[in-house]
């Protein structure tokens, strides 16, 4: 039976931790994104067989750094590519080729394509698509101060070139009654309470702007007849706006809920206003946008490094 020296077998383990600690202290961690070290080891390896020189060192770096925005990216994109939508893609590239399915199979089979393979590589490109045209519109950083000071430069050059284009919408003139819900007062209690004050003010009980001063929450305009003046459509929440847009003239709406509560409303006016400064404004924001999504465009990896922390360390 052959003895072991307890005292040697514990200097050799201890000898094996030292070259361990010696080995992991020689690792350099060169860059950190988003809080996430790079290793000197990483960029080695990036590097191949390239010179080892200071150029193609940090060329090395920059791809570690882009293919891990790249992963990170993936990972938060949580996007899903489902098995029909695979399907529905080859399918569509067989059409494309004059194939059937069958013929497909073929053809990548003669090419020495798995066709399990193949479809992976699909959903790969639909994984990629769909990080690339986040990372691109995530990118679009739009100001208002951007957006009026082209804006306003755009109307200055058309004025001064006799080339201005004035805009007109309609502008409407409404008056409203708005009751809020609270624990004593749900929606159909709203909603019921409303229907009795118009049909109250069409069959001439009170008038529209006594209705507005006593039941309105709307305090402001209440104390002014429920009048809110002339307004753009757009001036309101979404589902007021629409109501506007389809009621006619000097007719009452049926009530109709907000996010502000319930309402009914009256227009009573409509005019032409100007948008022409609104119109520049929108074809100022439209320019920049547009130009930032085609600078993105070109190199949407720039768009992740737009928003990442990126620290280099000498």
Known sequence: MKVFNLKTVLFSIVGLFSVATTAQARERVVAAVDGN??????????????????????????SVIDDLLVQKAIQQSAVKVSQAHIDQ??????????????????????????YQAYRKQIANQIIMGEVRNQAIGSSVDVTREEVQALGKQLLEQAKSQGKEKK??????????????????????????QLTQIRSDILANKISFADAAL????????????????????????????????????????????????????EV???RDGDRTQDAYM???????????LKEASGD?????????????FN
Not at 89 to 114: H, K, R, S, V
Not at 302 to 312: C, F, G, S, T, V
């Open 214 to 265: 006593k039941y309105s929450k709307d305090y402001l305009s209440g104390a002014n007849g429920g009048s809110l003046g002339f307004m753009f459509p757009d001036a309101y929440a979404p589902q007021f706006a629409k109501t506007i847009q389809s009621t006619k003239k000097g007719v009452i709406s049926a009530p109709f809920k907000t996010e502000f509560g319930w309402h009914i409303l």
């Open 167 to 192: 805009v007109t919408a309609p502008e409407y003139n409404v008056r409203h009654i708005l009751l809020k819900l609270n624990p004593l007062l749900n929606d159909a209690q709203a909603k019921a």
């Open 300 to 312: 949407w990896v720039k768009a992740l490094r737009k928003r990442a922390n990126i620290q280099y």
């Open 89 to 114: 893609i080859i399918e569509g590239i067989a059409a494309q080729n004059g194939l059937t399915f069958g013929q497909l199979l073929d053809a990548l089979d003669y090419q020495g394509i798995n």
């Open 282 to 292: 929108q074809e100022a924001y439209q320019q920049i946008v547009n130009q930032q």
């Open 37 to 62: 070290p790079i290793l000197e080891s990483q960029v080695k390896r990036a590097l191949g067989k390239r010179a080892n020189n200071e150029a193609n060192r940090q060329a090395a770096l920059e």
């Open 268 to 270: 009573t006016d409509v």
